[in-house]
T-cell receptor, first 114, second 112 residues
């Protein structure tokens, strides 16, 4: 079946603008994760959804970052008042039911803030 | 707080060589450990997942081992090929089971 998909693949925005990044998880997966990967670093956890609710948002760096998953499938990561330091690859992953289940990653969205 | 370290940061080998990538972690109370491959500009591909009750997993030319007591995992690649060139990432579940904690990766280059 189809894997995790993310759109757009690349996004260039100006400092101060608002952006939305979309993630389509594998069908039937209840758990969804967002990570951020800066150049030369491993991915860093941002937020974890179980169904429609954010079960762990401890990785969100500040209140400019917000994510939703209103119907328990597609998720949107929203960044307000973007800063140059937000430039990174944003990765989405899903797993069947969370916990110890294997996570499957999407190709990522490369965000560049100019 | 769990910390994951991968050594070396980069490795270059000739084709056909066997090699070992290392991953160490600070908290031995772990759940799953996963090894991923990342090609330039791409997402992550899961290679092997070792559950906490297991000591190793094998897939083709890849073998991953886990020693919780010493806080180490190794990824062994046999008979390396140029197509193995990529960044290899090690990741552990956090204690809450809500996220993976990644190392910075080892970038492997296999020359023909």
């Amino acid at each position: 079946g189809a894997g995790v998909s993310q759109t757009p693949s690349n996004k260039v925005t100006e400092k101060g603008k608002y952006v939305e990044l979309r993630c389509d998880p594998i069908s039937g997966h209840t758990a969804l994760y967002w990570y951020r990967q800066s150049l030369g670093q491993g991915p860093e956890f941002l937020i974890y959804f179980q169904g429609t609710g954010a079960a762990d948002d401890s990785g969100l760096p500040n209140d400019r970052f917000f994510a939703v998953r209103p119907e328990g499938s597609v998720s949107t990561l929203k960044i307000q008042r973007t800063e140059r330091g937000d430039s990174a690859v944003y990765l989405c992953a899903s797993s069947l039911s969370g916990g110890k289940d294997e996570q499957y990653f999407g190709p990522g969205t490369r965000l560049t803030v100019t | 707080k769990q910390e994951v370290t991968q050594i070396p940061a980069a490795l270059s080998v000739p084709e056909g060589e066997n090699l070992v990538l290392n991953c160490s972690f600070t908290d031995s109370a772990i759940y799953n450990l996963q090894w991923f491959r990342q090609d330039p500009g791409k997402g992550l591909t899961s290679l092997l997942l070792i559950q906490s009750s297991q000591r190793e997993q094998t897939s083709g030319r890849l073998n991953a081992s886990l020693d919780k007591s010493s806080g180490r995992s190794t990824l062994y690649i046999a008979a390396s090929q140029p197509g193995d060139s990529a960044t290899y990432l090690c990741a552990l579940e956090n204690q809450a089971g809500t996220a993976l904690i990644f190392g910075k990766g080892t970038t492997l280059s296999v020359s023909s």
